[in-house]
């Protein structure tokens, strides 16, 4: 890795305008690394803003190959970082080499999945209908819809995956691929790592000659607003907290021009656990749940939290099973001291609840988080009791026991909206629980089927979203190829000469692909 400049990213160039300096922390030690960082000021935010403002109407208009190789060439500069880049993370998070190597092959990979969207070309959405003079009693014009992107969108990365959520993440790889520039809000856990991912996105903006502004980044704790509440910024896409998320949502709410926020924000992610597949294999599942809620020091938006069973023999020893997973399960270190704060007012709220019981884990070290296993009375659930939804960010989880289906149905609709909820099965007994699956469609965004849901594929298919307030908008996602969805809207064209047209919607299908014309699918020329 190159030495750290510690600048914001401006139209191209760096700029450190500002008087207060930054450092990005070892989450191991809490020692200072190399490399101080300036903060942005509100020139400079509005710099950057108004950079990637001059850059969209060129960079929209490009033709989708020309976006494709730019962000095949992200995905090349990505892969080509080096041992010293992967060390630096692993300081600036404490997440192990393996993973941080894994997760930077997903984000080069979430690059190259919206490289071929472009090449695909089905996010134009073109639709065609034709006139119809003769038409009665009137004639119909001649309508063409196509899409477009939104413009410039500011992005916000996320503490828990220092790679795939955040400078390159996929926010900003969906925003790129719709033809949006992007100002992004470095996150503060991993700047250093940030500063290296920035220098590879704008090698390759060299590399593909994108016009200059089409990425920006700025450091700085308390700029996000300003950024936000920038005339130019036309959308944002975050992954954090719900009460930073709800903070975004109301700011681009208060705007003259009111903007979509597109956040991540909070799920516990229920785990429901039926009869016959507690009988069968309640041991692997303890076994399986305890990893899984502890993968990552369970840092991860998808962390199992809530374990719901049905009364039975089979169910209490699952429990003590669990119990003694859990109790075994080592201490880990967090993505950083805040994270670490955080899990432990968790832990507190729960200790202090007269309705909910400790089952397992070790009290608390001075920095690194002990996995902790709890139960709480279903009643608390039902009741609407808030502490229960409340996501608990680290290796923790909760246990309810429910008496029968109609309790089940009564907890399930007592839940808020969720990114995940997983059911564990065996095939003879799931014809009898379709009304929870059908139920689970109304909460969250992903239902799983005797899997984990810490894991989660980068596809076409994907969906990490879900109901308030699991996202701001359960309209969309922030993993897979729909994510671009978010950054595009449509236009019609009204009896327009066909040479005027974006070719998208000309007669002769230039681009080659599909259409909807004239409510037929057709990718030939009309």
């Not at 066909?498 to 007669?507: G, I, S, V």
Request: charged share 15%; with cysteine.
């Amino acid at each position: 890795m190159t030495q750290i400049l510690g600048h914001n990213y401006i139209g191209g160039q760096r700029s450190a305008q500002g008087s207060t300096r930054l450092v990005s922390l070892d989450a191991s030690t809490g020692e200072a690394l190399p490399g101080v960082f300036c903060q942005a000021t509100e020139a400079e935010v509005d710099a950057a803003a108004t950079a990637a403002a001059a850059a969209f109407p060129a960079y929209r208009n490009l033709p989708a190959e020309r976006r494709a190789v730019f962000l095949d060439a992200i995905a090349d500069e990505l892969d080509a970082l080096g041992d010293d880049f992967i060390a630096t993370v692993c300081r600036e998070t404490a997440l192990p080499a393996g993973r941080i190597q894994g997760e930077r092959a997903r984000t080069s990979g979430q690059m190259r999945l919206f490289a071929k969207v472009l090449r695909r070309g089905d996010f134009h959405g073109a639709r065609i209908d034709r006139a119809l003079p003769q038409r009665q009693p009137l004639p119909r014009p001649d309508l063409r819809q196509y899409r477009i992107g939104v413009g410039p969108v500011a992005v916000f990365g996320a503490s828990n995956f220092p790679l795939a959520f955040s400078t390159a993440g996929g926010d900003t790889a969906s925003a790129l691929a719709a033809g949006c520039p992007v100002v992004f809000k470095a996150h503060s856990g991993h700047m250093a790592s940030a500063e290296a991912v920035a220098d590879a996105i704008l090698r390759a903006a060299v590399r593909s000659a994108m016009p200059a502004g089409v990425f920006n980044m700025i450091y700085g704790g308390g700029v996000g607003e300003w950024l936000v509440k920038h005339p130019a910024i036309q959308a944002v896409g975050f992954t954090g907290s719900l009460k930073g998320g709800n903070a975004l949502v109301r700011m681009a709410a208060e705007r003259a021009q009111p903007i979509p926020v597109f956040a991540e924000m909070s799920s516990i992610n229920p785990v429901i656990l039926l009869p016959e597949a507690l009988a069968q294999r309640g041991a692997t599942l303890a076994r399986e749940l305890a990893a899984s809620v502890t993968l990552g020091c369970g840092q991860f938006c998808t962390n199992p939290g809530l374990i719901l069973g049905l009364r039975s023999a089979a169910f209490s020893q699952f429990v003590a099973h669990l119990q003694a997973h859990m109790a075994d399960q080592p201490a880990q270190t967090m993505l950083n001291a805040g994270t670490l704060a955080s899990y432990r007012q968790g832990l507190q709220h729960l200790h202090a609840h007269p309705g909910i019981s400790h089952l397992a884990g070790a009290e608390q070290g001075e920095r690194q988080a002990q996995p902790q296993l709890f139960q709480a009375d279903v009643g608390m659930l039902l009741n609407g009791d808030p502490l229960l939804q409340e996501e608990v960010f680290g290796p923790a989880t909760l246990i309810i026991e429910v008496e029968d289906q109609a309790q089940l149905k009564a907890a399930v609709q007592a839940l808020r909206g969720q990114l995940t909820a997983t059911l564990m099965g065996e095939a003879t007994e799931l014809p009898g629980f379709g009304w929870l699956s059908e139920l689970l469609q109304e909460k969250v965004g992903r239902v799983l089927l005797n899997g984990y849901p810490t894991g989660v594929e980068v596809c076409d298919a994907m969906v990490h979203g879900g109901p308030y307030p699991a996202t701001s908008d359960a309209r969309g996602t922030s993993v897979g190829s729909l994510a671009i969805d978010r950054f595009l809207r449509p236009v019609c064209f009204q009896n327009y000469p066909d040479e005027l047209l974006p070719p998208a919607l000309q007669n002769a299908n230039p681009l080659g692909i599909w259409r909807l014309v004239d409510g037929e699918a057709s990718r030939s020329a009309c």
